[in-house]
């Protein structure tokens, strides 16, 4: 009895430390799974970063630690410019490689206790603890961007070296509520990809304003073709060696129904986050095309310039319909000019290199638009089939100090040394006018002459019976050959 006794305790006893041992490690397993379930919760499973939740809590626990220390937090809302190209062009497998190899770049180029996260897509984030001053944002802001211009050596793509670039939006102080401060970040910058991309700006209030009004004409935009509230005026651009026009920009209008006339410098940027950019800018050219054509029926021999917009240049279909406008209203292409600004040509130069030589073959003329403002480099001229420069209205409008002359005059010089036509923009004086002449400038276009205007005011101007002070009225309604 007592040996069973004894038996039954040794076995209840061992009974007992299995049931214990393995209770541990069911629990150790179910703290392991736990853990590692967290961790994909609140990580991105491609770069292995903190992803959009962690990224909250962070900024949360950032902000709340901020408030009671007197110390504050930047948000750095960094979007890869043309991510979508490098996957359509080079496969998704490139695109996560370029994902991962980003995502090791800026952990690599931050302070220790900084985060960096991806919000998802190509759409990354640095939290950073300050105080910062706003020469303190920059500094980071340009260091990140000067990481990621660097190029990229991809095992998977043919290419040897891949190159990008972001647009950094940056948000900084306390907010109440973390969405707040990614949101305004983000807001940054989407004002950063407007103003070309491939640069960094800061969030101000005054933005929101801007937005809010910009999302009001994305929704009214939605009926516009409907009712035919766009319009398109043009203004002449005057040989100033006979003081005939020579060729009419075409420029775009919207008859927004509650507001008025909507300008194209509010109207373009709304247009360009969409493919309606490309539905417009073809109508525009269709349009600026018929009307050109029936005026050179008229007898008014002049050509027509169209601005091309960004969205447009990296669309391959702009060559088709350019070829089909031309076919359509039966006019050269010859007479035809489409204006790029130079700060496009610093975006994907080789595609709109490719882009504008496609064009250039058909036989239509190519001109720099703005140029002096794009920051590019000379020789980027060289690269692309240009044939006509525009100097931008600022250098004419500064004529009247010394360095303004000089820059003007320098223009002119290097147009006129690349074998391109040169055109000033924006002329409102004699006394401008009288300067460009002496400079050797080709042709100009601006207020002094005629503003932009319906085609039926501007058929008065080449009949000479609405004379303009900078040209001369023309006796003979034949323009030019
Ligand atoms: P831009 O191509 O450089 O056109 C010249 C702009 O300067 C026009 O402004 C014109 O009205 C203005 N201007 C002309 N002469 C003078 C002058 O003597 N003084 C002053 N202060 N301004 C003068 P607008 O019509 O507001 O157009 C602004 C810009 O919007 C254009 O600049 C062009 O880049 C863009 N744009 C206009 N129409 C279109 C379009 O159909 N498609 C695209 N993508 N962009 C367009
Ligand atoms: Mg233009
Ligand atoms: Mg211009």
Redesign the pocket.
């Given at each position: 009895m007592l040996l069973g006794a004894l038996l039954l305790t040794i076995l209840l006893t061992s009974l007992l430390h299995l049931l214990i041992a393995s209770r541990r490690s069911a629990l150790e397993l179910v703290e392991e799974r736990t853990a590692e379930l967290r961790h994909q919760a609140l990580h991105d499973s491609l770069t292995g970063l903190p992803n959009r939740l962690l990224v909250d809590q962070r900024v949360y626990q950032f902000l709340g630690r901020a408030g009671s220390e007197g110390r504050s937090i930047a948000v750095f809302f960094i979007d890869l410019d043309d991510f979508k190209r490098v996957n359509d062009t080079l496969g998704h497998g490139t695109g996560d490689e370029l994902l991962r190899a980003v995502a090791a770049r800026l952990s690599a180029t931050v302070r220790d206790f900084d985060t960096v996260g991806r919000l998802g897509g190509h759409e990354f984030v640095v939290l950073s603890e300050g105080p910062f001053s706003e020469e303190g944002l920059n500094l980071v802001a340009e260091r990140l961007l000067t990481v990621l211009r660097e190029p990229f050596r991809l095992g998977h793509t043919t290419m040897s070296h891949l190159s990008i670039s972001a647009s950094i939006g940056i948000a900084s102080g306390l907010r109440d509520y973390p969405e707040e401060l990614l949101r305004d970040a983000d807001t940054a910058m989407y004002r950063a990809k407007a103003m070309g991309k491939n640069c960094h700006v800061i969030f101000a209030q005054e933005m929101h304003e801007v937005v809010k009004r910009q999302m009001a004409l994305e929704r009214d935009l939605a009926d516009v073709f409907a009712n035919r509230e766009f319009f398109?005026?043009y203004?002449p651009i005057v040989d100033l060696e006979t003081g005939l026009p020579r060729d009419v920009?075409?420029?775009?209008?919207w008859r927004h129904p509650g507001r008025g006339v909507v300008?194209?410098?509010e109207?373009?940027p709304v247009?360009?986050t969409s493919d309606l950019?490309i539905d417009?800018?073809r109508s525009?050219?269709m349009e600026?095309c018929r009307q050109v054509k029936a005026w050179h029926d008229l007898g008014y021999r002049v050509g027509i310039?169209?601005?091309?917009?960004?969205r447009?240049l990296r669309h391959d279909v702009l060559i088709d319909h350019v070829r089909e406008t031309l076919g359509a209203a039966s006019l050269d292409a010859s007479y035809l000019t489409l204006?790029v600004?130079e700060s496009m040509l610093m975006i994907d130069s080789v595609t709109t290199a490719q882009c504008l030589t496609a064009l250039s073959d058909l036989g239509v003329h190519i001109a720099i638009?703005?140029f002096g403002t794009g920051y590019s480099s000379i020789s980027y001229l060289r690269e692309f089939p240009a044939d006509i420069l525009?100097i931008?209205?600022s250098f004419?409008?500064h004529l009247d100090t010394s360095d303004g002359t000089s820059f003007l005059d320098a223009l002119i010089q290097l147009g006129k040394s690349l074998g391109l036509l040169t055109i000033a923009?924006?002329?409102?004086q004699m006394s401008q006018l009288k300067h460009l002449k002496q400079e050797g400038c080709d042709w100009a276009?601006?207020?002094?002459?005629a503003?932009?205007l319906p085609a039926e005011k501007l058929e008065q101007i080449f009949n000479g019976c609405l004379p303009t002070e900078g040209m001369i009225p023309s006796a003979d309604p034949c323009l030019s050959s």
């Open positions: 398109i005026v203004q920009e075409a420029l775009l209008r300008g194209p410098v109207l373009i247009l360009e950019m417009v800018g525009v050219l600026a310039s169209v601005n091309v917009a960004a447009q204006e600004t638009d703005d525009k931008d209205q004419v409008a923009e924006g002329i409102e276009q601006g207020y002094l002459f503003k932009p």
